[in-house]
């Protein structure tokens, strides 16, 4: 008998809803609850019990034998939004004596040229919390000087002073050589402490980029912690309820030791979505929570990456539009990867996926601002109290109520018929906020009707989305002709033609259940580990069969240390692997990333061609890091076979629900409104036309037409 494999459920936790989805056989059951952002595991746990609990649902047939338990597989925006809101940890940082102050001096950069009287945002650690500890490692891995017990002891009882959450340790040069750091933290731990230290990181050169990011890994890990150990105790099967205050965690050990008990293994296991498109162990993510910044986004993006893939699309764009905020990315053969990002001002140097994101989202709020403009974003209702039409409290106009009063949320088909809206209470709302604008306005300066703010609000909400596919593409040197639109998120599909439209995009594509994409993303992703090491050694001007044997002994060393790691967090079997050369010219600043393989200096003169333009084929190299990623594929469900290419044909009689008027830019249309669930492959049909789903809404405008294609994919295209 095959060994019974656990039940997996993604679970992506938005500003609005919490998604949920399960492989049920071959199909995907979803189910969207409102978050909790006071205490987002509990609108987690509400969710997957209720999903579970729902009747029909079955086990995949090829799973037999008793449930070895259940698998959540998250993406959290907790880090994102704590570093954001900069409601993280009180952080001590000790580093090398004589340089406390490179927090605060950063680079040289101005992040804006012409601006005089530019302020920086305030550094995570404030001076009277760093610490300098006597010790020097040179650039050649020598130690010059080493930590002496007496002042080790002097900088502990210092710490224990100051009574820090959590301690970030970054010496000079430990890249190269860890010894001193190794001995600072091994002091340290005495502290008790979540202990956040740099070569265990980041071992990287630059020391400000590795500075920082291990600095908002301390100030992330108490708070990541203390919400897994949270979410962990929600699906304890031996507590009825998680306690309203846990504990923070020391370290990522003492998450393992509560959602374990000893001698059983835990009925549920929780993994995390990683900033870089994997995902990992929970206590892996409580003691590095710096890789989950970008969780939210990156199941998104993974997800547009596969379906890419399966319609044989080489360049497509992201567009993930849900309560809060909205997400791009450009796929050219596969997701770009950055290290050069910065969340709320603060640099991070670890691997995350290439998303830009701006505050636009359907619960994305109105205002006018002193002369009269109409302003959308980024300030949002969120899931509390929500928009006006959700009737949780809420009484400023959002991005939904406008679509709601423009005809193109039907009420009563709102997640599936499940949660109906008040459209007279947005309309309400609409003629509040124009009468409340007038007091201060001249009235010449304001929409004359809640419809015409209605409009305005869309138009503006897609004047800031249309801003960052330019971003993403156009400000790249990408033609956005050449590329497709994937849209998902709840609100995506209300925005998609018309944004498709402004940038003569090739076409959009709504795949099934696109409200709960990300959540899908999620659900398929690999476990995956990234492994770098900074070397900065000079390249042979010709091969050099002796340079290539110590490389690859490098790069033995690394993966064998990270197969141990992997092997530690219960991931058996051969992992895939990748091997990649950080190369440059010698006397450059930045680097370029190729495939470790005997053509890597030709690779890297043509990457460098397609970057910059130019290339020196004379000019000497240097590898300034060696980087590995390992693979660890996760199990997949076996997918139906998809439907036979059927001749095209209108939609059946009974997938119209009605007909209604909708307003577009021509005015108010009479509109076709269509079950997704009834559109058989193979049917197609012109605008103007709304379609609508459990998890979403999609507008066809009127110069736009519909098909579904084999897999259910909605694919929409301009005809005239």
Known sequence: MPKPLPVRIGVDTGGTFTDCVVFDGSAV???????????????????????????GWRRSPEVRGPSPGIEIVHGTTVGTNTLLERKGARVALVTTAGFEDLLALGRQNRPR????????????????????????????????????????RRLVARLRKARPESVAVCCLFCYANPANERAVAQALRSLRLPLSVSHEILPEFREYERLSTVVVNAYLAPRLGAYLARLAEAFDERSQRAPSSPRPLEDASDLTRRERAPGSEPSTRIYVMMSGGGITTAERAAR?????????????????????????LARAISFDMGGTSTDVSLIDGAPRTTRETAIGGVPVAVPVLDVHSVGAGGGSLARVDAGGALRVGPESAGAVPGPVCYGRGGHLP??????????????ENFLGGAFRLDAGAARDAFTRFLSEQARRIPRRLLPRAPLDLARGMVAVANATMERALRVVSVERGHDPRDFALVSYGGAGGLHAADLARALAL???????NPGAFSALGVLLSDVVKDISHSVLLPVP??????????????????????????????????PGV??????????????????????????FQHEHERAYGHAQAGRPLEIVSLRLRLTVKTPKPRRARPARRARRRKPHPGALICRKRVSFEAGLIDTAVYDRASLAPGCEFQGPAVVVEYSSTTVVPPDYRCRVDGEGDLLLTRWR
């Open 506 to 512: 090739a076409q959009v594509i709504v795949p099934p």
């Open 288 to 312: 590095e929570p710096v890789r989950t910044i970008l969780s939210g986004p990156a199941g998104g993006v993974v997800a547009t990456a596969r379906l890419a893939e399966r319609l044989g």
């Open 29 to 55: 059951r979803v189910l969207k609850v409102f978050s909790t952002p006071a205490d987002p595991a509990r609108g987690i746990a509400q969710g997957v019990r209720t999903l579970l609990e729902r009747p």
């Open 541 to 574: 001007g010709r091969a050099d069969a002796n340079f290539m044997a110590d490389i690859r002994r490098r790069l033995t060393v690394l993966e064998r240390a990270a197969r141990s790691e992997l092997r530690g967090e219960g991931f058996e079997g051969n």
């Open 578 to 603: 990748e091997r990649r050369l950080d190369l440059r010219y010698v006397g450059q600043s930045y680097e370029l990333t190729v495939p470790f393989e005997p053509g890597f200096r030709e690779a």
């Open 398 to 411: 959002t991005v939904t109520d406008a679509h709601l009063i423009l005809g193109r949320l039907d009420p």
């Open 113 to 152: 040229l012409y601006d005089l009287e530019v302020r920086r945002e305030a550094p995570l650690v404030p001076r009277a919390l760093r610490f300098g500890v006597r010790e020097r490692t040179a650039a050649d891995a020598s130690i010059l000087e080493a930590p002496s017990k007496a002042e080790l």
